[in-house]
């Protein structure tokens, strides 16, 4: 039985990114990873299939709305869901073999499996223990339970975000319960796919946390789209009878009971870390009050060479965060510097239009005390948007009025996810937003809205 110099438990983003890099500094490494793929919830259940669905459903869209209008005629699409079931699964397929490459090609062992840490450099899977110098724990989450409301994924009528990724038919009605990133995802999906499609919020604006301006135009944008929104409202319970399910709320404003059926209800109400199974309580691993795993600075738990990235340890729920602490603690545990600058984290949601952001809304700006200036710039004055027919939205730079310095940036409009990426790196190179409005950005691009909202921030922009 080989020493390894380091275990990794679990092959989501942060444990296979993590696995790789230590491989490629060196190390002896092997994953436990006790699914029958590797790739974790991401590539299995969650970012990868859903983006595939967010993709096909918005081809469907264009067809039908855009279409068209663009001299395109006649076009008939009609959905055959098995077949979009089963190019999804290939996606999917193809994303968690590639994995699979990528650890022999770095000569990484897969224990198959699911570890139980029997003390530190002890992991047991099934009858054998595995001994290594370092223990990563990259468990990740799974879907938080909602009092009231029994998710039952096989059944398809109650899921949750995995069970929504292979119900046996498209609904004709769907309650999302959660306006967060995975029910507006998942929502705008199935309203695409033709269902009608009614979202129940907690609180009275939807994606909690981001920039208020986006959460407004989001939420028109959705509206136009056919999705429904229930604001204010907790729900309390759901029940399934003849195939059909009733939602329980209570509106905020008046206390008063409502009830809602559907065909389908999809419970989007977070995540929550997972650790079962790994016996960190009888090692004595100290945990937070949320049940995640509590680390230091450099992603260590307080039981020497056991350490913890990703979902199970405090932060953004992100697959992209768990990459970046996955090789940070690889070098670490490898005797080098590991480094991640949580204030440049970008956030996506990849409904159309995207959303992204990052770094501080305006809002958070101003309660921390920060004086901001603001560079707004709207895509209608983007010439590339308008040839795409997605000019609604906007770029928002979020500036620091007395140095100039870029603090956030929230985008909602076409092909956000990526834009986003300019500012991020502008950041990490602490940049002006001077710096980005003298950069060249080349016509017709969708990018010059950023440079433009950099230019309002200054002495203004030129296509407003
Ligand atoms: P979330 O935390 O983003 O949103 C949950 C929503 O449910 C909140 O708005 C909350 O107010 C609402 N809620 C909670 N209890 C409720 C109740 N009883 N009645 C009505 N509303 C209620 O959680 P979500 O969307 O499930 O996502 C979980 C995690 O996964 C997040 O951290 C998210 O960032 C991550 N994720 C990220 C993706 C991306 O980056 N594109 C995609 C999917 C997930």
Redesign the pocket.
Known sequence: MPMYDLIVIGSGPGGYVCAIRAAQLGLKVACVEGRETLGGTCLNV??IPSKALLHASHMLYESHENFAKMGLMNAKVNVDWTTMQGYKQETVNGNTKGIEFLFKKNKIDWIKGWAQIEAPGKVKVGDTVHEAKNIVIATGSV?SE?KGVTVDNAGGVIVNSTGALTLPNIPKSMVV???????L?LGSVYSRLGADVTV????DVIT?GMDAEVQKQFQKMLTKQGLKFVMG???KGAEVAGGKAKVT?ALKKDDSEQVIEADCVLV????RPTVDGLGLDALGVKMTDRGQVAIDDHWATNVKGIYAIGDAVPG???AHKAEDEGMAVAEVIAGKHGHVNYDVIP????TTPEVASVGLTEEAAKEGGRKVKIGKFPFMGNARAKAMMQADGFVKLVVDSETDRILGCHIIGPSAGDLIHEVCVAMEFGASAEDLALTCHAHPTVSEAVREAALACGGGAIHV
């Open positions: 969650g970012c879907p909602l319960i959660g306006a967060g990133v995975i029910g995802e129940v919020e907690y609180l909690p409202a907790a729900v709320y989007a109400t977070g995540r953004l729920m992100l956030g996506v949601i990849y």
